[in-house]
């Protein structure tokens, strides 16, 4: 993984989709909201797709227009980014819906008359409409479809992440060939939850492929539980600490966005392992919300979701099962977009204490002006930078006025 993209940690958590739904109606009524149906039986299709820091964004076609929609397994239904349009169907029926700050909203459900997704078309499928994310996503995506695609309706897939390409199948057995071989992670409800092996513990984790570049999200609260209650664990995860202090946490859903300040540490973790993959040398924080991991593992290695089956197998990129990752967080920067009504600038920062960028002199709430000379005018600017490897320098105004320039 690049050093910058824990700079910008805070692109992976604007696809974050914090999603849980209660009904309002009977159940009956919330299932036939939710239900769709395929069009197509008994076939096999190719979809060129674009790979996004490891997540798959397809094309389909909504009222004869190309959308992109992110493959998010980490939702259980889709959504829209953005405002209401024309073709979209009130279905009559709400939902309850928890955002990222944990407040209860209700959420109509609409419907997509047909997607077409290469050859196959969905009718009726069910979204949550939402302009909350918009000012992160910048146009890149336009929405979501969730894993309801697979627990639902039984489909397959696999995610060539090196030639982008996807692969959709409704065929039993179909991938059974490829799949031989590989070592297997079996999830065994609604959600793909499987166990990923770390050098303190072996632990039940979310694949939430709408954690676009994100590793493994381990929230330091759940890391001081295992602490209190083993010793011999709290010993061997004291032993990969790197550092250890308060941050901002920030978390983003299609809902809302929060920031709260928690205890975090920075991790060295030797060696990870899930499935065929082994990744050694990796360093994670562990200031955020929710276990799971995210899509910079598919940056390695290509994913069959295998739904009658409730399987999935990573196949590693040429063969390469095993990853130096060597990545560095010490810069210990990253940004947020300032609050609505804010004339001093469009984007925050946020600062780890103790690490580069705090040394530096930055500090949490200064205002980013530019990068590499190019002025931040607007999120989206910020957002859409070509990424690279190399110091980066960046000018920020504290809210005092003062002038700060930093190179990281």
Same mark, same amino acid.
């Given at each position: *993984?690049?050093?910058? %993209? ?15 739904? !209660? ?10 909201? $939710? ?43 889709? $959504? ?62 336009? +929405?979501?479809?969730? $894993?309801?695609?697979? =627990?639902?309706? +039984? ?49 039940? *984790?979310? $694949? ?23 010793? /011999? ?54 200031? %955020?919300?929710?276990? /799971? ?36 967080? %010490? ?30 002199? =930055? ?13 931040? !005018? ?31």
């Amino acid at each position: *993984m690049r050093e910058h %993209t824990k700079t910008f940690a805070f692109i992976k958590a604007m696809t974050i989709i914090l999603v849980s739904l !209660t009904s309002l109606q009977s159940a009956a009524q919330i299932a036939k909201a $939710f239900d769709f149906n395929i069009a197509n039986t008994d076939f096999v299709d190719t979809v060129k797709i674009k790979i996004w820091n490891g997540a798959a964004v397809v094309p389909v076609e909504i009222n004869g227009v190309v959308r992109n929609m992110l493959f998010d397994t980490g939702a259980q239904t889709g $959504f829209w980014i953005g405002k209401e349009e024309d073709w979209m169907i009130a279905s009559g029926d709400s939902v309850k819906t928890v955002d990222s700050q944990k407040a209860m909203l209700k959420k109509a459900i609409h419907k997509c008359p047909t997607i077409k997704m290469g050859n196959i078309s969905i009718e009726n499928y069910p979204i949550i409409v939402d302009n909350g994310l918009s000012q992160y996503t910048c146009g890149i995506i336009d +929405g979501a479809l969730a $894993f309801d695609l697979i =627990v639902k309706k +039984g489909l397959s897939f696999k995610f060539d992440t090196k030639d982008s390409l996807m692969i959709v199948t409704d065929r039993k057995g179909f991938f059974a060939k490829e799949e031989k071989g590989h070592k297997i992670l079996k999830y065994d409800s609604s959600r793909p939850t499987f166990f990923v092996k770390f050098p303190f513990s072996k632990i039940r *984790m979310l $694949f939430d492929s709408g954690n676009v570049g994100g590793w493994f999200d381990l929230p330091q609260e759940l890391l001081d539980r295992w602490c209190k209650s083993d010793q /011999k664990m709290k010993q061997k995860i004291d032993e990969m600490t790197l550092h250890s202090d308060t941050s901002v946490l920030s978390s983003a859903g299609v809902f809302g966005a929060t920031y709260d300040t928690v205890a975090y540490r920075i991790l060295r973790i030797p060696q990870v392992e899930i499935g065929d993959l082994t990744f050694k040398d990796l360093c994670i924080s562990t200031n %955020t919300a929710m276990l /799971k991991l995210g899509t910079a593992v598919m940056q390695h290695a290509s994913l069959i979701i295998d739904a009658p089956k409730r399987r999935f197998v990573l196949l590693p990129h040429d063969g390469k099962s095993e990853v130096v990752v060597a990545n560095k967080i %010490t810069r210990g920067l990253s940004f947020r977009p300032a609050e609505d009504g804010d004339t001093l600038g469009v984007a925050r920062a946020i600062v780890k204490k103790g690490l580069d960028a705090y040394k530096k002199g =930055v500090r949490s709430g200064d205002y980013l002006i530019s990068i590499d000379g190019i002025p931040i !005018t607007d999120y989206c600017t910020f957002r859409l930078l070509e990424p690279h490897d190399d110091l980066m320098h960046y000018v920020l105004r504290s809210p005092e006025g003062e002038i700060k320039e930093v190179d990281l």
